[in-house]
């Protein structure tokens, strides 16, 4: 199922929920997908790690980062943004 999640002034994360599950554990599940902002010309490609809000504390969702400094490694994922809706929370 295609999902598309939206947030003024930060972003729209787009996967497919069936077709691109790269992996998943005990509290999350990863996705590919695209990253679009106001300043993105064309969708960046992004891995998509999906939390249950059940899982994490408010505490938790509330103290995830807003940018990524070091992303600059070959090791390092690129962070890019974090977005939640109702039920999950988008790293």
Do not use: C
Request: glycine share 6%; net charge negative; no cysteine.
């Amino acid at each position: 199922m295609a999902q598309s999640i939206h947030t003024p002034g930060i972003g729209t994360i787009e996967y497919n929920e069936i077709r691109n599950e790269i992996g998943s554990g005990k509290y999350a599940r990863v996705f590919f997908g695209t990253f679009t902002t106001q300043d993105t010309v064309k969708p960046i490609d992004v891995a998509i790690k999906r939390i249950s809000n059940e899982e994490i504390s408010p505490f938790e969702r509330d103290s995830m980062p807003i940018t990524w400094i070091g992303d600059h490694h070959p090791n390092i994922l690129r962070y890019y943004n974090s977005l939640k809706d109702n039920d999950f929370t988008y790293v």
